[in-house]
């Protein structure tokens, strides 16, 4: 009962952003576009910024580039062995590489491993954040249903101010730079604004589902890749690293997550399946429900 109050508020927002679309009918697309470029990049500006870089940054980004590398490339040769376009593949990308690691993961870990553990999951989503913002937006920009190049997709990668907010975050802290207080609460404002924004628009593009047939195939490929095969490839690579076991159990917990609500905002923005990969959204979140507890009796 405890866990399921713990996930009741991300479910209150999607929720309400579900009603708001029916009601309103919003242009979810401009919303997205504003989440993209005004709101995330003063996050991972202010996250870079505030956080001491250490050793434990490095393993974590090993650990996800690994990990990533893994699932990517198991989500290719799942897609092509049932023979389906790079956009179906795209889409499939989006839904079993990147994890709900915020919104969704970071309370988790708190609720079961302590305030430790909440710090290296806030970590972990940073890192998170950097890989759905590039190789994310270059997935979702080479599989758009819009005929795009991979030069076209690299030139898109480059243009997110999301990665300048990473890269200038992070020569700010170690030339240290201070900005005044004021500053940094005004970018904090903002960047905290984008987390609910994101989720927002994932129940307002569950809104916007029309009635029609999706592959099971792809449903369940994805969901067996993102809820089964992505922690239990977790414990493999971290068996293999030198990392205490409060990091170790929160880098599993959170490889165990349900798709990312920031992928939708990526379909959406480059026309990839939006009505697929927010579907496929929903079901890995549904099925948390079941397979997260589970994974935390392993953990202990």
């Known amino acids: 009962m405890e866990l399921i109050l713990v996930i009741l508020p991300a479910f209150l927002i999607f929720g309400t952003g579900y009603i708001g679309q029916k009601i309103f009918n919003l242009d979810v697309k401009s919303i997205s576009t504003m989440s993209l470029y ?42 092509k ?26 309370p988790v870990a708190l609720f079961a491993f302590g305030a430790a553990a909440f710090d290296y ?4 989503m940073v890192i998170h954040g950097l890989f759905i913002n590039s190789v994310g937006i270059f997935i979702a920009s080479y599989g758009s249903e819009k005929s795009t190049t991979i030069k076209e997709a690299l030139k898109n990668v480059i243009k997110m101010p999301i990665l300048y907010g990473v890269i200038i975050g992070i020569l700010f802290q170690l030339l240290h730079i201070e900005l005044p207080s004021t500053i940094v609460d005004g970018i904090g404002l903002l960047g905290s ?29 994805v969901t067996v890749i993102r809820m089964v095969i992505s922690p239990l490839v977790a414990v493999l690579i971290v068996s293999f690293m030198p990392l205490n076991d409060t990091l ?20 959406i923005r480059f026309d990839t399946r939006s009505n697929l990969v ?13 397979t997260i507890p589970i994974i935390l009796h392993f953990l202990g």
């Open 278 to 290: 927010s579907f496929m959204t929903l079901v890995t979140t549904l099925t948390s429900l079941v």
């Open 193 to 221: 604004a984008a987390i609910p924004t994101v989720m927002l628009i994932l129940g307002m593009q569950l809104a916007q589902i029309k009635p029609q047939k999706f592959d099971l195939k792809i449903i369940n490929i």
């Open 248 to 267: 170790k159990n929160v880098i599993i917990l959170l490889a165990a997550m349900p798709i990312a609500a920031n992928t939708t905002i990526l379909a």
């Open 121 to 124: 999951a806030v970590v972990i």
């Open 38 to 79: 005004l709101m995330i990049p003063f996050l991972t500006f202010d996250t870079f910024y505030t956080n001491e870089l250490s050793i434990e940054y490095l393993y974590i980004f090993l650990f996800n580039l690994i990990l990533v590398t893994v699932l990517i490339s198991i989500t290719i040769v799942a897609g």
């Open 81 to 106: 062995i049932i023979k389906i376009d790079k956009s179906l593949i795209s889409a499939m990308l989006l839904g079993t590489v990147f994890p709900n690691s915020g919104n969704y993961g970071a």
